[in-house]
């Protein structure tokens, strides 16, 4: 009994052992899972939380804006047409210019072959901004200087009467991030560049759910294998999203939201959605400042070709760059960039994508890189701060850099080209003289006579990307560039003034209310005695010019400048009249383009249109012009200013030019010659040149030793029409006899004079009675008006 009690006390415990064991269970077990299913609970919340902001960004960012595309800048696209200046050498400098490349077979869009004076080309597509333009296969035949035939040989031979090839990218507009990309849709990628990725990079894209453990551990395999990291175990979604989302940092936390991104991208977003947005995403070299993303720039870049025309071995070697852009970069290490090209082609030969000879005769080409030439850069600085300025007027900072606007400008590349070099050698040149300082700079602004358009701007000796821009912003006086301003005001009264009318050139005495007056002397420090109107103008004479001015009135000369379109403010003092007056080169160039307008007033433009990605035309800068001052007016001056250049201070332009080129211009120089100034256009360009000191120093050049010649050298080099002026019909030609004989001249009608004899001096009068109005020497202003003037010694004296 004793033993069967022993027995059963190993299973059977007293009543009050068995209460004290159930306590102890009771207090331990509630509270432990208690705690668990709180602390689970809690952590549940906080990873759904958390992949909820995750799931928000992806969304957010994919379907937003996905990319910020930089604006793409470009020149004035060459339009050519038989007769155009421009030969084989000539033609095929453009062709490099834009980026061509030999190639006997014109595979490409973007090829030509040369065969003696003949071209053949294979043009671009390119979407301007007035309508689209398709590649075509044109032959182009040329004499020693201009085109003498072009014919389209993709329509049996048709003759084309113009040719516009595609425009030069002079710049982009970046965003604060320098990325730059083409977009291009999954339907446009090439079948071998598909293949090529999945061969190399995610064998497994279209069957993982974003990450693939069997790539990882293939990865691995291969890697070993081979003792080297051959093969990468990330999938193109986990690649996505490490370019797309997350920074370059290596650690485990953005390992571990890089696999969660991956998983929600997989479920919210279709294979063909997320493989795409990595053909455009993914990162494939460096171009100067700017980082190339994405097939469709990438192709550009280092093949100058659309992705659809590479072959299959220059596609593969696109794809070598995603290891690593750098390591495989095919320029600098050409070796293992064909190796590792080389790779991936046995890898589509394994898989079957291509066939095992095509592998091998891809392995047998050369990479055919061209040379590294950053299209991006900012090619021309000073012209494109003026078209950002522009730009700045109607659009905002972030439109412009990120939404992939086209801009068309005005530039014409060949001209910018010769300006700048032309204005290097010029000032090395010139400074060489015996007179002269060194240490010069320039600005020099070229326009298209008959539109006011910009062709070209340069702002120093030096081309540099950043840096005080002289063309827009160098406020100089402008010297006795103002004096066609103030004979265009006169001549505007024909009753009283015509373009012989005798001036006196002599001692003129301004009085200066509360200090001493204003005297101003001529540059010879000589007087002339009664000269007419355009003799004053033609050499430049500073006393009878001040006589004029003062009778019209300064206020009135500044009205005319107003209506010439010069806005800057000026200050209405007598010395305006010899060029006080504090303009930049752009404002000249302003003022001188409604003279050569013939009177009507064009703004200058460096814009023709924006286009937004989408082809869609948003801005067009159509040619507007107003009658500014009288055409009849206008053409009186104009002809003085030719008498400027045939008989006047501008006359060296002959030993250049030929004597029937009708060239108009005018010389400016301010006092102990700091600035030296030369305005005047042909039959096809306006320019205006500015030479000077950055420190105001004297430097020993006029007009005519300075900034003449380095007109005179740019305009020899471009222009190719000469100036033919064009009567309005209100004006009158007729004979004005002198002492010194006979010469025709155009009047006004009714302003024209009848014939007297050498000792007349023409005295007030007006219209056919008259033709004429001679200033006395009192000054011609009404002595009783209080002059206000700057002090006497801010006046300029020789001008």
């Known amino acids: 009994m004793a033993e069967r009690r022993k027995s059963s006390g190993s299973r059977y415990e007293q009543p009050s052992a068995r209460k004290r064991r159930n306590k102890k269970k009771s207090f331990s077990f509630p509270w432990f899972s208690s705690l668990l299913l709180v ?18 960004n992806v969304r957010k960012q994919f379907e937003g804006k996905r990319w910020a595309i930089p604006a793409r800048v470009y020149a004035s696209p060459v339009e050519l047409y038989v007769g155009y200046s421009m030969n084989a050498s000539q033609f095929e400098t453009l062709l490099k210019t834009l980026y061509y490349r030999q190639d006997t077979n014109l595979t490409a869009e973007g090829t030509y072959v040369k065969k003696g004076s003949q071209i053949t080309v294979k043009t671009h597509p390119f979407n301007f901004w007035d309508a689209p333009q398709e590649s075509s296969l044109v032959r182009l035949t040329f004499n020693e200087s201009t085109v003498e035939g072009i014919v389209d040989l993709g329509k049996q031979g048709t003759e084309i ?3 516009r090839m595609d425009p030069a990218q002079i710049g982009s507009l970046y965003p604060r991030i320098k990325e730059d990309r083409v977009l291009i849709k999954l339907q446009e990628a090439p079948p071998a560049l598909i293949n090529a990725l999945l061969a190399s990079e995610d064998r497994d894209f279209y069957h993982h759910f974003g990450l693939s453990f069997r790539g990882i551990a293939r990865a691995m395999l291969t890697n070993f294998r081979a003792g080297a990291m051959v093969q990468g175990g990330s999938t193109i979604t986990q690649q996505l999203v490490k370019n797309f989302y997350l920074s370059s940092e290596r650690s485990l936390t953005r390992k571990i939201n890089e696999a969660f991104m991956a998983l929600i991208l997989e479920y919210r977003y279709s294979k063909n959605e997320i493989l795409e947005a990595y053909l455009n995403e993914i990162y494939l070299g460096q171009n100067g400042n700017s980082s190339v993303h994405g097939f469709g720039l990438a192709s550009e870049f280092y093949f100058n070709s659309t992705l659809k025309d590479l072959p299959l071995h220059q596609i593969v070697s696109l794809v070598a760059l995603v290891r690593g852009p750098s390591y495989y970069d095919p320029r600098r290490s050409a070796d293992r960039a064909i190796q590792r090209r080389n790779l991936i082609l046995d890898e589509m030969a394994t898989a079957k994508s291509i066939t095992v000879k095509q592998a091998t005769d891809a392995k047998a080409k050369p990479l055919g890189v061209i040379a590294n030439v950053n299209r991006s850069a900012n090619r021309y600085p000073y012209f494109m701060d003026l078209v950002k300025r522009q730009l700045s007027q109607e659009y905002r900072e972030e439109d412009l850099t990120s939404e992939g606007l086209s801009i068309f400008t005005t530039l014409d590349t060949r001209i910018q080209d010769t300006l700048e070099q032309t204005v ?10 015996p007179k002269s300082m060194d240490n010069l700079e320039a600005a020099a602004v070229v326009t298209r006579r008959d539109s006011g358009e910009i062709a070209a701007l340069t702002s120093g000796r030096e081309v540099v990307s950043a840096g005080f821009n002289r063309a827009l912003d160098a406020v100089r006086p402008i010297g006795s560039l103002i004096k066609p301003v103030i004979y265009l005001t006169a001549l505007n009264n024909p009753k009283k003034y015509t373009i012989t009318t005798s001036v006196s050139d002599s001692e003129i005495v301004v009085p200066n209310k509360g200090s001493e007056p204003w005297i101003p002397k001529n540059y010879d420090h000589r007087e002339h005695g009664n000269v007419s109107l355009h003799q004053a103008l033609a050499h430049s004479y500073n006393l009878a010019t001040v006589r004029v001015g003062m009778d019209v009135g300064v206020n009135n000369v500044i009205d005319t400048l107003r209506n010439m379109g010069v806005t800057r403010e000026v200050e209405s003092f007598p010395s305006f009249l010899l060029g006080s007056a504090q303009l930049t080169p752009l404002d000249v160039t302003q003022m001188y383009q409604t003279l050569a307008g013939d009177g009507f007033l064009s703004r200058l433009k460096a814009i023709r249109a924006v286009v937004s990605a989408k082809g869609e035309r948003l801005q067009s800068y159509p040619f507007i012009v107003k009658q500014a001052i009288d055409p009849a007016v206008t053409y009186i001056v104009n002809t003085m200013l030719q008498e400027v250049m045939t008989d006047g201070t501008g006359h060296s332009a002959y030993d250049v030019f030929p004597k029937s080129y009708g060239l108009v211009g005018k010389t400016g120089t301010t006092n102990d010659a700091k600035d030296s100034w030369f305005a005047g256009y042909s039959g096809d360009y306006l320019s205006v040149v500015w030479i000077g000191r950055d420190d105001n120093k004297p430097m ?3 007009g005519a030793t300075g900034a003449l010649p380095v007109w005179l050298a740019i305009m020899k080099q471009i222009s190719t029409q000469p100036v033919n002026l064009i009567a309005p019909d209100n004006i009158k030609m007729a004979t004005f006899s002198n002492c010194s004989g006979s010469r025709r001249y155009p009047y006004i009608a009714g302003s024209e ?22 200033v006395p020497d009192s000054g011609g202003y009404n002595a ?5 003037s700057a002090p006497i010694n801010e006046l300029p004296e020789n001008f």
């Open 424 to 433: 290097k050698t010029q000032l090395t040149q010139l400074e060489k003289l």
């Open 161 to 163: 009467a113009l040719l």
């Open 39 to 56: 602390a689970l609970g809690v952590g549940g919340s906080l990873l759904f939380g958390y992949l909820g902001v995750l799931d928000y």
């Open 700 to 702: 020993g050049l006029t």
């Open 753 to 774: 004079p009848h014939t007297r004899s050498c000792d007349t001096v023409e005295n007030v009068g007006g219209g056919g009675s008259g033709g004429g109005y001679y």
């Open 784 to 788: 009783d008006t209080p002059v206000e």
